[in-house]
Each structure stands twice: as C-alpha cells, then as structure tokens.
C-alpha cells in the first residue's frame, strides 16, 4: 500500500478547517507536523501545555506493595550501591584519564576507532557539522564540570519561614519551578519502598564529557545518608527539543540532547535558591553528578510518567524528557503516580528496539525481572558506545509518544490508553512515520550552524 500523506489524511477526516482556527492556534500553537522552527531547542518555542490533561492519564495509589506506580518490584530490589558504577559515569572518566582497561575501557577505546573511521569518510560539509555539533555540546557540558559536587555554592538559608499550608506551598512552588521553564513537575516523599533506589556512595566529579585531563582524576566518593535528610523530592522534568532530537543521531541530536541536560544543571539550582530563601532547606539534584539517586522512580512516583522498554522515562507527551530533582524539607503534598497504559504499550510497540542502531534494547514481548524490578534487558555498554560514536537518542525519538502537542497527536495519546488502542496507534505510527522513520535533515531551518 502506498504511504499516505498526512495532510491528505486530515482533510479526509475533516480536520483541515478546523486546524488553522483561532481557538486551536490560542490553545495548542503552530507545533504541527510536519514543521519545526529554526532553533536548537525547539520545546522552547513549540510549547507543550503545562499542565498534562487529565484524560491523557488515570492517577494510581503511590504506596502499593511491591509497585512504584506502574512498575512492578519482587520482595527485594538490588540497592543501587555506587554512583560511581552508572555506565555514564564509568565511561566518561575512562575516558577522561586515557583508561582503556576492563569492559568500559574498551568500550571508550572501540567508541574512539569508530568515529575516526566513521569521521574519515565525512564530505567538507559534514565535517563541518560534526565541528558546529562537538562544540555547542562541549559548551552544554561544560556546565556538568563546573556545577559538580562541592562547586556549587548554595545561598543561606533564611531565618524566617514563609508558612504556607502543605497544599498551597505546593501549587506555588510548582507554579515558580514552571515559570523558571521547567515542563513537568511532580512531587514525591522520600520513604522507606524508594530506599534501594538512594546510592550508598555518590559522586565527587560530573559527568566529564570532553577531552582528557592533563592530570588522572580519582572519583573517591562520598557517602550518601539513610534515613535520608530531606522528606520530599520535586520532580522536574525538561522535554528536549524534538525535532533536533529527531535527527536521531549525529552533531544536531547530540547537540540537542546535551543543552537540555546541561539546562538540567540550571533549572534545580534557580529552585534550590528560591526555596532556600523562603526559609527551608533544600538541595538540588541534577545532570552534573550531584544526584543522589536515580531520578527514574522517583519520577515515576511523582506522577511524571512510566519506566518505558528502553530504560528511561516516557511521559504521555514522550521520552525525549531530560530529569532532575530539588530534595527538600518545605511542606508539601505529595502526588500519585500515573498510569497512561505504557506498559502494555510497550509490549505491542517495541519501535525503540528495532530502532536502536546498536541493539542495545531488548525486544522480547514480556519484560523480565532484573535485580528485583521488571523491566527489559538493556546493554549500557552498547548503548555508551554508540552515543559516544554518532551521538543518539533514536530510542526516544522514534517512541510513538514524541510527539508535538496538537489535536491529532492528543488522540493518539487516548487511544494508547488501551491495549486494542495501543494496536492502532502502532500501526498508524508505523504507516505515517515509517517502521523506522527517516530522521529529519540537517536543514538551515533546523541547524543554527547553517545559512
């Protein structure tokens, strides 16, 4: 069957009137598809609707037995002993002090010959591309060097409280996190089910990215308390630009990617500092190595999203969402989990596996229990190896949920609640974007490098 054209499909179903109208543009904005402006962080200018409609999604208990929201865990979950051990942080600092020993050095050294050979076959012009790429990313994670554990220095905390009720605190703080630009905010309590997710030893280095250190640098760790000092955590979360991250791969994708994840070093700190002068402790987490635990459940029981087939978050507007977290003791009311039917989805869909260039994700129909928590199998060796080869998040870019926010792609959205809905879905992703879609151009609309 040939493929149909979209616009083509609207018309038919009525919608091409309805579209251009004045109420839709006020409402939802010019994101429509195909379309994308001329800026490196496009979810700046396509704006997605702050507060997530409530019919994209049903709330959940946040405490039930062996859950964090939609995720299932078995009587005990392997404590996340070491941050020191995350595959982005073994990677880059191998890399960083020339280590090509153990599986992450080889894996840095096999990244290394790939991209020279890789590199060697580049026209003028690409070489040019992977130049402008390289240097806004190494501009973006500059930022996780310098904001790193102990280089941050906090603002005191103020003597006199501003006293709120828990509810009304609430609704203010995410309102400011939002105005700040944060996309998706939720609130969790720190308590005794999240505890194997808290690392036993945290990180003293970012996440160094760049080229090598003149001198080795030795990660020595710090210990991370439990009980833990702060009762909640608010959630944040940033969606990356999605048409440079629907370059899939290369210098614009990894440059999109890296500037939201160095926005990620900002955006807890403007709250950490807001929250610190209305008289409450508080302590930002983020992208840079000074997170105390991984950000994915605690997301997930703050009502951010679901734990996808790919290992990372996915909201109902997508997985190109980048995580980070202000842990602190201001009263607050915490919020339920959602579920918006992505685990049933994901075992109709499995497009992020057939997708990934290194098949780093598996593409079994059931997940499996692993290290007490369900989920699929996921290589990081492959996966590090090829984000440090072309730059990738084709994972994220390919899910059905990346999407703009418009008419068409909220129906999308309820139908995916459903299993029989998530069928559909699926296939009508598949005959509008391709089983495996085309990844976008590297036009002079989309490339701020390009006249």
């Known amino acids: 069957m040939s493929k149909l054209d979209r616009r083509k499909f609207i018309k038919g179903m009525g919608l091409s009137l309805a579209l251009p109208s004045v109420a839709v543009a006020g409402t939802y904005g010019k994101n429509y598809d195909p379309g994308g402006p001329g800026t490196i962080k496009a979810a700046e200018v396509e704006r997605y609707r702050k507060e997530l409609p409530s019919y994209f999604y049903k709330r959940i208990p946040a405490h039930r037995k062996n859950f964090i929201g939609t995720t299932q865990l078995g009587d005990n979950v392997v404590q996340f002993e070491d941050a020191r051990t995350h595959a982005f942080a073994e990677f880059f600092m191998h890399g960083t002090n020339r280590d090509y020993t153990g599986k992450w050095g080889q894996a840095v050294k096999k990244a290394m010959d790939d991209r020279a050979k890789l590199t060697a076959t580049f026209t003028d012009e690409q070489k040019e591309d992977a130049a402008w790429g390289g240097a806004i990313t190494a501009a973006s994670d500059q930022w996780h060097v310098n904001l790193g554990p102990g280089r941050w220095e906090s603002i005191g905390i103020k003597a006199n409280k501003l006293v709120l009720p828990a509810g009304e605190m609430t609704a203010k703080i995410k309102k400011v996190a939002k105005w700040f630009g944060a996309d998706l905010v939720g609130v969790c309590e720190i308590t005794e089910d999240l505890r194997p997710f808290f690392y036993k030893t945290g990180r003293t280095w970012g996440s160094l990215r760049g080229a090598p250190k003149a001198e080795r640098i030795v990660d020595n760790g710090r210990d991370i308390p439990w009980p ?29 990617v890296a500037t939201e994840c160095s926005d990620d070093d900002i955006y807890p700190r403007y709250l950490e500092s807001t929250i610190r002068s209305l008289g409450y402790d508080a302590k930002a987490q983020s992208m840079n190595g000074t997170d105390d635990f991984n950000m994915i459940p605690l997301a997930v029981q703050a009502g951010l999203g679901e734990l996808g087939r790919m290992g990372m978050l996915v909201t109902p507007y997508g997985a190109h969402v980048r995580l980070s977290a202000v842990t602190t003791n201001m009263p607050l009311l915490a919020d339920d989990p959602i579920d918006f039917g992505l685990q049933e989805f994901c075992k109709t869909c499995k497009k992020c596996a057939e997708n990934c260039p290194s098949k780093a ?77 085309t990844p976008r151009a590297l036009t002079s609309d989309l490339a701020p490098w390009k006249l």
């Open 228 to 256: 833990y000092p702060y009762k909640y955590a608010i959630m944040i979360g940033k969606m990356e630009g999605i048409y440079g991250l629907k370059t899939n791969v290369g210098p614009m994708n990894n440059a999109t």
């Open 361 to 437: 994700i598996n593409d079994e129909t059931e997940p499996e229990m692993i290290g007490g928590v369900v989920r699929y199998q996921l290589d990081p060796v492959k996966c590090m190896t090829q984000r440090a080869t072309t730059g990738c998040a084709s994972c994220a870019a390919v899910c059905p949920f990346t999407k703009p926010d418009n008419i068409l792609h909220s129906a999308g959205r309820i139908m995916g609640r459903n299993p029989l809905g998530a069928k559909l879905l699926k296939s009508m992703d598949d005959l509008f974007y391709g089983v495996q879609p």
